[in-house]
């Protein structure tokens, strides 16, 4: 943790450390486990937890520690002030009713997606991903969509970084042909990725821009690996995508 300065305050980061240390399974945390999971002292642990108790951010019963609903206002503070966001449920929403598949939109943060919305189908994929889940980039079609978009220093930086996980057979994990596949995202303006985090899961994306052009964050559509190749998706998919993509940006437009 950085040291306290004009540009730091250490308190706050430690507020945050406790209350992402409160949030992993199984939901309900002792002082020291808070702690250890933070990387604090117990006395500080302690300290903050009281801070946080008083601001009704979280509740006790004497020993076990448990975020309150209030926390979860935090949260969707960063989703309400996406001005697409909104615009986005309901696309989604069409979208998912069409196609009778799983949609979903992420926004990047450094080498992970994150969730923003994601709207299962009938065929439940995945049910533990939700609004917030996060996933290495590399390994999903939306992330590819916006790792493909990053300015090429920053692309090659992120692939000179390695440590590419393996969680498949199908995981590309090398630096140079995952190169190669983003090199063709963003000359497709679409990724497919098939069963790289999931041998079950297929998915194909497409970028979401802003008003100025640049990608936002991404869209896509999964379903079950083997019912679909990357050609049936373009023919049955792609365009749906695209179209819904275009009416978010669109209504950005209006609402800007």
């Not at 749906?240 to 978010?248: F, G, Y």
Request: proline share 5%.
């Amino acid at each position: 943790m950085s040291k306290e300065s004009d540009g730091f305050v250490r308190a706050i980061a430690r507020g945050f450390s406790i209350i992402e240390a409160l949030g992993k399974p199984p939901g309900r945390h002792t002082l020291a486990e808070a702690a250890d999971t933070a990387g604090l002292n117990r006395a500080t642990a302690r300290r903050i937890l009281a801070t946080l108790v008083a601001l009704k951010y979280c509740a006790s019963d004497g020993r076990y520690f448990s975020l309150r609903p209030r926390a979860l206002g935090l949260g969707l503070s960063y989703l309400n002030a996406l001005p697409y966001w909104a615009h986005a449920q309901r696309a989604l929403e069409n979208l998912r009713n069409e196609i009778g598949e799983s949609c979903a939109m992420a926004v990047l943060d450094e080498d992970e997606i994150v969730y923003a919305l994601r709207l299962p189908a009938r065929r439940i994929l995945s049910a533990n991903l939700g609004v917030g889940s996060r996933l290495p980039a590399h390994l999903v079609s939306l992330g590819r969509v916006m790792l493909a978009a990053l300015p090429p220093g920053t692309r090659e930086a992120h692939l000179a970084s390695g440590g590419f996980k393996q969680v498949t057979p199908r995981t590309v994990t090398d630096p140079e042909r995952l190169g190669e596949l983003l090199a063709r995202v963003e000359s497709d303006g679409y990724a497919w990725v098939d069963g790289e985090l999931d041998p079950a899961i297929c998915g194909i994306a497409v970028p979401l821009r802003d008003p100025a052009g640049a990608v936002v964050a991404a869209l896509s559509v999964n379903t079950i690996s083997g019912t679909v190749s990357e050609a049936g998706a373009r023919k049955k998919f792609l365009l749906p995508l695209r179209r819904t993509a275009q009416e978010i940006r669109s209504q950005m437009l209006t609402s800007g």
